[in-house]
């Protein structure tokens, strides 16, 4: 397998425009998470899903936030309006579900994020 | 409310030494703990998991870590670093199962490890 796939690997935009951030989770993996690792805040969990149903959001920064996953293959995150404070590294990971709840989680390479 | 606490941000070590770093949780119930490792401009990646049994934990590239349930710690080792194991390295904690809405992984915040020839 390749491993959870993440694009684009880098992005910069200008505040106050919309960022879409895309991730294919490893083949078979029910759990899908959406990480921020910024050096002030460390690693941030945003949101799960589980089998495409969002379970706990309450990482999400605020409204300018939203993620989705419209099938097993594939998740968005979306940021609109970007603002400076966004910039961060965002990583996606997933695992495999509730007969491998002690699998750890698998990590994509992230997607670095400056708002200017 | 589970947390994790990594107490150096930054260990140093020479070539061939011993490397400590270290890691102690808090969560309701048994923990099932986890470290990972980041190398520069990269994710994260699996070294190894405590679930049950035994407390010493091998894993990749040769390190090993003691579950110390009293002293609520999972401190990671290796008996000879290495230069290539500079990195970045995260302890991860998260409760016994107990349903969906346990899978959240708790992170530290990372301790810079450095090698040095």
């Known amino acids: 397998d390749a491993g959870v796939i993440q694009s684009p690997r880098h992005e910069v935009t200008e505040m106050g425009q919309e960022v879409t951030l895309r991730c294919k989770p490893i083949s078979g993996h029910d759990y899908l998470f959406w990480y921020r690792q910024t050096m002030m805040r460390g690693l941030e969990l945003l949101i799960y899903?589980?089998?495409?149903?969002?379970?706990?959001d309450s990482g999400m920064p605020e409204d300018r936030f939203s993620a989705k996953m419209p099938n097993a293959s594939f998740s968005t995150l979306k940021i609109q309006p970007s603002e400076p404070r966004d910039s961060a590294v965002y990583f996606c990971?997933?695992?495999?579900?509730?007969?491998?709840?002690?699998?750890?989680?698998?990590f994509g390479p992230g997607t670095r994020l400056t708002v200017t | 409310a589970q947390s994790v606490a990594q107490p150096e941000d930054q260990v140093n070590v020479a070539e061939g030494n011993p490397l400590t770093v270290k890691c102690t949780y808090s969560?309701?119930?048994?923990?099932?703990l986890f470290w990972y490792v980041q190398y520069p401009n990269r994710g994260l990646q699996f070294l190894l998991k405590?679930?049950?049994?035994?407390?010493l934990v091998k894993g990749s590239y040769g390190f090993e870590a003691e579950f110390n349930k009293s002293q609520t710690s999972f401190h990671l080792k290796k008996p000879s670093a290495l230069v290539s194991d500079s990195a970045l390295y995260f302890c991860a904690v998260r409760p016994e199962y107990s349903g969906a809405g346990s899978y959240q992984l708790t992170f530290g915040k990372g301790t810079k490890l450095s090698v040095i020839p």
């Open positions: 405590y679930i049950t049994g035994d407390n």
């Open positions: 990971a997933s695992s495999p579900g509730l007969a491998g709840y002690s699998y750890e989680q698998y």
């Open positions: 899903f589980n089998n495409n149903v969002p379970i706990d």
């Open positions: 969560v309701s119930g048994n923990p099932y």
